[in-house]
């Protein structure tokens, strides 16, 4: 009877787990659930980004070119975007595919150079990898990229973001930290069906479109870019989501400022990027002097309205881009130098603002500065600011070359962290309130106070220029410095603030997202090596071998009883 009742509870305990593992996998087919038990919460997707992705129509493909040979960190971002891509998908319900591809796997030479020239024409940029082996060391590219796919839509994804100043480690975090917001916009873009309107005004001597059209074509895709000229007309703006005025050099009538006023009374954003000053390089050639002063944009009292005040300087700074400069004759021919020059301020994003969280640093060209004033229910975020080492010069400014032949002195460099980019939100007053300007007879009844709203004004005209060779016409990419070959971030900070103002689903908070660096101590691990590899060797072993003699005894205690 004993034995019977031992085998019937047996059987009883089977059929009870076998019932509630059936259970569990009927529960677990309609409800879903993930759990992410680190500290940062990485493998927590944004409700922004599962949104997106459930609600895609249509596959995305996503080809990641980064399989290979490569060092731990590399293998790193290597399994970063695969886990990311694995979270992604569970939530795409069939419509998000990958692959991994290593663009060096042909033995022959000239497909290896095919593949490379087609990647590169698709927009992926190459890192040359220096790889140490015994008898020396050698040179293998790779492509630290994604190509993704949606219908007869493409779009390159560059997975390693370059930052000055920062270790291999820290730029590898940084670009892990980024993949969520990197992915989803690149989702986001090439599955948009209807693009957000952005016009470029122009009119008033604004940039022309060679000096902005890498920033127009990187902007194609997530939205469409126009010319738009307002000339005094009340439904100019009406189409456009945004609007970006880029270095005007002349006034603004009153008629037109009354037309971008209820435009961002309405809820349109702007992107100001504005020049105070008159000065340009070109000006200074042949004496190398020229005086900067200046401009009369008829733009001041909208700006301090809606809580900026641009200023008539400009800044100096110590930490700035160079540019050559001609150091001494060898017989007839000059010798040229790279030297800083301070009216090119570099400046270093340190915030964790979704719009400057782990961006390169930016090139500005002859910067002024920009004040808050105390206007209600605005809020003011700086987004850039120059280094603590600054010189802030008022109008009229003596610009002069020869400031570059001698050591600074650094008493004169002590206005620290003067403002360059302004983020501005929430309810604006109108400039013209109490005001009245009439267009048409069919002019509707202006708005005093704007809905809920965001702009961003920037003190620099030249951030959004691209340069463009004067032998061939060809462009350079914007945020290109064609004196030293370094790319620094002017790009990706306006495409940060256009995706900022225009995006209502939330996906650009993403980029606030930080991922703690744990890295090891280099120094412990060199003095410890040995030790380290007996322990993580035997020390799973002794482990497993006292719980086996443990466990032995304890049953032996049991059975003895």
């Keep these: ?10 059987i009883t305990r089977l059929l009870l787990t076998l019932a509630i593992l059936v259970l569990l996998n009927v529960i677990s087919s309609f409800l879903f659930t993930r759990f992410d038990l680190t500290s940062e919460k990485r493998y927590t997707l944004s409700p922004a980004t599962i949104g997106l992705l459930k609600n895609l129509k249509d596959v995305v493909y996503v080809k990641v070119y980064l399989e290979g040979e490569f060092p731990p960190g590399f293998k790193r971002l290597r399994n970063a975007t695969r886990e990311m891509l694995d979270e992604m998908r569970v939530y795409a319900n069939g419509n998000l595919e990958y692959e991994f591809i290593d663009p060096s796997e042909s033995p022959d030479e000239k497909e290896r150079n095919r593949v490379y020239n087609q990647l590169a024409g698709q927009g992926l ?30 779009a390159p994804l560059q997975l390693l973001k370059d930052q000055m100043g920062k270790s291999p480690e820290q730029m590898l975090n940084s670009s892990i930290e980024g993949l969520e917001y990197e992915i989803g916009s690149t989702i986001r873009k090439i599955t948009q069906n209807i693009p957000i309107q952005v016009g470029f005004i122009q009119g008033h001597g604004e940039l022309d479109k060679i000096s902005t059209v890498d920033m127009r074509r990187s902007l ?16 100019a703006l009406e189409i456009y989501r945004a609007i970006i005025i880029a270095k005007p050099d002349s006034a603004f009538d009153e008629k037109d400022k009354f037309i971008i006023d209820q435009f961002i009374m309405r809820g349109g954003k702007v992107l100001w990027l504005i020049d105070q000053m008159d000065v340009e390089m070109d000006s200074l050639k042949g004496t190398g002097e020229t005086f900067a002063m200046g401009r009369s944009l008829n733009l001041d009292d909208m700006l301090f309205r809606y809580g900026a005040r641009l200023n008539y300087d400009l800044v100096e700074d110590l930490q700035a881009a160079p540019i050559p400069v001609i150091k001494g004759y060898v017989g007839n021919q000059p010798q040229q130098a790279l030297m800083p020059w301070y009216f090119f301020p570099l400046i270093t994003p340190y915030g964790r ?33 120059t280094s603590r080492y600054t010189k802030v010069v008022n109008a009229p400014v003596r610009v002069n070359l020869a400031i570059m032949r001698d050591k600074p002195d650094p008493a004169q460099f002590r206005q620290s962290y003067k403002t360059i980019a302004l983020l501005l939100e929430g309810v604006f007053p109108s400039n013209f309130e109490n005001r009245v300007v009439k267009l048409n007879e069919d002019q509707k009844e202006p708005r005093t106070r704007s809905i809920p709203n965001k702009m961003i004004v920037i003190a620099d005209g030249d951030l959004i220029r691209n340069d463009v060779k004067k032998s061939n016409g060809s462009v350079y990419p914007l945020g290109y410095d064609k004196f030293t070959g370094e790319m620094f971030g002017n790009k990706n900070f306006l495409l940060n603030c256009m995706d900022y103002l225009c995006d209502d689903s939330g996906l650009i908070t993403v980029r606030s997202k930080e991922i703690k660096l744990r890295m090891l101590d280099n120094t412990i691990i060199a003095e410890n090596r040995m030790a380290i590899q007996w322990i993580n060797t035997l020390g799973p072993i002794l482990c497993i071998l006292l719980f086996g003699i443990f466990k032995t005894w304890k049953r032996r205690q049991t059975f003895a009883r």
Excluded: W
């Design 220 to 235: 194609t895709g997530a939205y469409g870019v126009e010319e738009v000229t307002i000339n005094q007309n009340i439904k």
């Design 1 to 10: 009877m004993k034995k019977r009742s031992i085998k019937t509870q047996n």
């Design 125 to 154: 940029q190459p890192t040359n990898l220096e790889q140490k082996e015994k008898e020396g060391s050698s040179q293998k590219i790779i492509f630290p990229g994604a190509i993704f796919s949606f219908a007869a839509n493409q």
């Design 353 to 385: 603002h979704p719009i400057v969280n782990n961006l390169n640093a930016i090139r500005c060209e002859f910067a002024g500065t920009i004040d808050t004033v105390g206007t209600r229910d605005i809020r003011k975020t700086v987004l850039l600011s």
